[in-house]
């Protein structure tokens, strides 16, 4: 239980730490799943969210 | 036997993997853009949504990359070996549109050694009552505009030390070298996936940071040991730059490492409350969105702008506002600073 809560806690701060990047990652590739018009929907709603809650 | 640690701080591997993703994040973006048909964009508006949605979170990393990430590596270098220093460091901030030495030489020689002083010219230019320009004229300007005029004066001066100038040319190549590296590649796609969000980055992110990290301050004096910095105390903002929203302190105190400063801050809560300093609830990003809404008054940018309320009230027990000018009882009567305290 000690070493899954550690193993936890480490990729929340790898994700976190570096979340804009994976972010830009996420919504550029994502572009091959989903087309560009998501991409930059989900990019816009970012930079909205980003504005009120940081 | 005892080895030799390469990297001085474990956290410092959080600012490897961020530069490590922000760089396969723009190798993705130029894949996708010589490869169109794999990923549904089949005409000029399909791929005008594609880089609108590129240039946005590239812009965004590129801005929080060099003036957030890479910052931390130019006071605290991240490994023990000096060439592995500079060349990381050299790969750093390429993506970014910065020469390395350039950012340093501005960062470190000029911002922190000259906090808010003449010297200074990393800030926004001042009006004469002591307030900062607009956020959108320093936005606008100071990059690589405004910075790159500045650059080429401290290195060419007849007074620069010796060695700048050439270490200055030596580095700009070694930028040039790496920075030109997509334009072989593809001219369209280098102007429209790296040179438009390196912009991005350096006028909406980088500028903005600056500017709100400053905007209302005052320069260091006895009466005002901390009002030279905007401390943003948002746990989401800090989580994800590295801190930077503990300025004050970082400021205070620039060889303490980026992982160090919630426990500083724990240290210095007392000393802030009692000297007011600019403490705010909210990050900078929603310090910028509500600036840009320039229809807002006064007060109701101030209420979109609280001050934390542990650190908010004078001596008399009023709450302080954001306050974009400064006031002007701190400069003395050729509109200098007075009383700064190094």
């Given amino acids: ?54 | 036997m005892c080895r030799k640690r390469i990297l001085r701080n474990k956290a410092d591997a959080h600012c490897l993997i961020f530069h490590g993703v922000a760089l396969l994040a723009y190798g993705s973006a130029f894949w996708i853009y010589l490869h169109p048909q794999r990923a549904h964009i089949d005409g000029l508006w399909s791929m005008t949504a594609f880089i609108a949605a590129s240039v946005i979170m590239l812009g965004w990393v590129s801005g929080i990359d060099v003036p957030v990430n890479f910052h931390n590596h130019s006071h605290k270098p991240l490994f023990t070996v000096p060439w592995l220093n500079r060349w990381v460091g050299r790969l750093w901030t390429f993506s970014g549109g910065w020469p390395s030495f350039f950012f340093e030489h501005a960062h470190v020689t000029v911002h922190h050694a000259n906090l808010l002083g003449r010297g200074d010219w990393t800030l926004p230019y001042r009006r004469p009552d002591g307030s900062f320009e607009s956020q959108a004229r320093y936005s606008l300007t100071h990059w690589p505009w405004r910075f790159g005029r500045y650059f080429w004066r401290d290195f060419t001066a007849s007074d620069r030390p010796p060695g700048l100038a050439s270490k200055a040319l030596r580095e700009f190549l070694i930028f040039l070298a790496l920075w030109s590296i997509p334009f072989w590649i593809n001219i369209r796609m280098a102007l429209l996936l790296w040179v438009l969000p390196q912009w991005f980055g350096n006028v909406l992110i980088s500028g903005a940071g600056m500017y709100l990290q400053h905007a209302g301050c005052v320069p260091k004096s006895t009466e005002h040991p901390y009002g030279h910095s905007n401390i943003s105390l948002s746990p989401v903002l800090n989580f994800t730059m590295f801190n930077v929203g503990y300025h004050a302190h970082h400021h205070e105190y620039s060889r303490v490492h980026w992982a160090q400063l919630p426990r500083l801050h724990e240290h210095m809560k007392r000393k802030l409350n009692v000297q007011r300093a600019r403490v705010f609830r909210v990050g900078y990003y929603s310090m910028s969105s509500t600036l840009a809404r320039a229809w807002l008054s006064a007060e109701a940018r101030d209420a979109r702008i609280p001050r934390h309320p542990e650190f908010a009230t004078d001596a008399a027990g009023v709450i302080e506002p954001f306050e974009l000018a400064g006031t002007r009882d701190y400069l003395n009567r050729h509109g200098e600073p007075r009383e700064i305290a190094r």
């Fill in chain 1, 1 to 54: 239980m000690t070493h899954l809560r550690r193993a936890t806690s480490r990729i929340v701060a790898v994700l976190g730490r570096s979340f804009f990047p994976f972010a830009a990652l996420t919504v550029i590739l994502g572009t091959l799943l989903w087309g560009p018009w998501v991409s930059l929907l989900i990019a816009l709603g970012l930079w909205e969210l980003a504005g009120s809650v940081a």
